[in-house]
């Protein structure tokens, strides 16, 4: 099936501001589904609100736009009640790591089958680019107009210990490792988290003076690098990435399923 079957192209051009990474985002997913040779009947895409929200429109899967923050909690619900399908929950880093971050972790202890994408660009981009859990010390944004005094989370660490039994990281300069990236965290039987580092040039690009989307992107070849690579042991400050978590242990919905049957006598 073409990856242009899986859209909805009557809702096309998207919103996204030019040079958004997001839209590479999309496409890796679309690659990788493509790849699967899934059922789009099959899959069922959440998101809550915010830029990377805007996914769940643009996909000809069953979808539902839900409340900020609380996507994995709906995600939940549906994949409880219909273990069969593939659930997708895109996320951006405050709909995630801020007003979601409970449903996270819990999510991730739960191992529950489902594959949650964030999509960090460090900022609140459709609101007015407030900082965010994600956007890390002495950067500028609207609420943080002198330097942001937060740590940031990290997000591999964070899902690691909560439990997650698939955690990874990429960005969408590598969008072939971003596609193959989603295609084994769908493939994975257990909470998959993948972090993508995406380009916000419009909002912390600009308050931060981190130049245009191209500029951007380049950051994410120079200043990352595989686990365990040469790069990364010459230059042990560059951002990991890759799969750091890859394991497997009783999955949520099947163990429902043994209590169901254990408490019907079965």
Request: glycine share 10%.
């Amino acid at each position: 099936m073409p990856a242009r079957d899986y859209i909805r192209e009557r809702f096309f051009p998207h919103m996204w501001c030019p040079g958004c990474g997001h839209g590479i985002v999309l496409n890796a997913l679309l690659r990788a589904v493509e790849a699967l040779g899934l059922d789009k009947k099959n899959i069922v895409m959440v998101s809550g609100i915010g830029c990377s929200a805007r996914i769940s429109g643009y996909v000809d899967f069953h979808s539902m736009h839900t409340l900020h923050g609380r996507a994995l909690a709906f995600a939940t619900g549906i994949k409880i009640s219909k273990p069969s399908l593939n659930v997708i929950v895109p996320m951006g880093d405050g709909d995630a790591m801020a007003i979601g971050g409970n449903h996270f972790i819990h999510a991730a202890r739960r191992n529950i089958e489902m594959t949650a994408i964030v999509m960090n660009n460090r900022i609140y981009g459709m609101t007015g680019g407030q900082s965010s859990p994600l956007s890390g010390y002495g950067t500028m944004g609207t609420t943080a107009p002198y330097g942001n005094i937060d740590h940031g989370f990290n997000t591999v660490d964070l899902a690691s210990s909560a439990g997650a039994t698939f955690v990874a990281r990429t960005t969408t300069y590598h969008a072939r490792e971003l596609a193959d990236f989603i295609q084994q965290a769908i493939s994975h039987q257990g909470f998959s988290v993948l972090e993508v580092l995406s380009q916000c040039p419009t909002q912390f690009g600009r308050r931060n003076k981190a130049g245009d989307a191209p500029e951007m992107l380049e950051s994410y070849r120079t200043g990352t690098a595989r686990i365990d690579s040469k790069k990364k042991r010459e230059n042990p400050d560059l951002i990991e990435r890759g799969i750091f978590v890859q394991k497997e242990l009783p999955e949520y919905c099947r163990e429902y399923e043994r209590i169901i049957s254990k408490a019907r006598g079965e």
